[in-house]
């Protein structure tokens, strides 16, 4: 589907599945994630990958068939223009870029392909204060719904950023491809796990 310098996505298939549930419920990335804490069981997964409203990409490492993490879109709104992202990465590639490259696969592949007039990611609070700082134009922030998830024992604020259509192609056009830093709002670094740990 969309090929990167060092990895490509694929669409999700069942061979994949068992390595996606694995990264999914690593300690890391199960409170990151948009189920917020909630271990997910293998049908439960399943399940929420075939929703109407998603589609599931595999970050394959390229040369291999390394699965690195996947990065999907829910919450589709055709009509109204928007869908909303999220990316996950095994915890082994954590702080590599991983998650910066297939979220920028995976915006391109959508600004491409579906008529979006946007693509939403929802942060949670407790890894905002590390990306805020780093993003660029590439991101805007829409708002704050505060409390509005439970994870680890308190109920956290949802940050909701939103990458525009015509921004995004107009870097990509001009050559102004978004970085690794730019992307850091749908790729959470070490440094923020370590304060989710903490």
């Known amino acids: 589907m969309s090929r990167g310098i060092r990895i490509q ?17 690593q300690p890391g990335n199960v409170v990151r994630w948009r189920f917020h804490g909630a271990l997910l ?9 075939q929703a109407e409203d998603s ?26 223009g928007y869908a909303y992202i999220a990316v996950a990465v095994d915890e082994s590639v954590l702080g590599g870029g991983y998650g910066a490259e297939a979220g920028a696969l995976l915006i391109s592949y959508l600004f491409e392909t579906f008529p979006f007039r946007k693509l939403y990611m929802e942060i ?8 805020e700082g780093r993003m660029t134009d590439a991101f805007q922030k829409e708002g704050v719904l505060r409390s509005h998830f439970l994870a680890m024992g308190s ?8 990458v525009y259509r015509e921004q995004w192609l107009l ?7 978004p970085t690794a830093d730019d992307l850091q709002v749908i790729y959470v670094a070490d440094d923020a796990r370590a304060q989710v740990e903490s």
């Open 9 to 25: 996505l694929v669409p999700c298939e069942g061979h994949h599945l068992e390595d996606l549930h694995r990264i999914l419920n």
């Open 41 to 49: 069981a293998s049908e439960e997964f399943v399940r929420s990958l």
């Open 124 to 131: 949670p609070d407790f890894t905002v204060a590390s990306v």
């Open 55 to 80: 589609q599931t990409f595999v970050a394959i490492e390229r040369g291999t068939s390394r699965v690195l993490g996947l990065a999907c879109t829910y919450g589709v709104n055709l009509r109204h």
């Open 155 to 162: 109920y956290w604020d949802t940050h909701i950023f939103a």
């Open 171 to 177: 870097q990509v056009l001009s050559g102004q491809t």
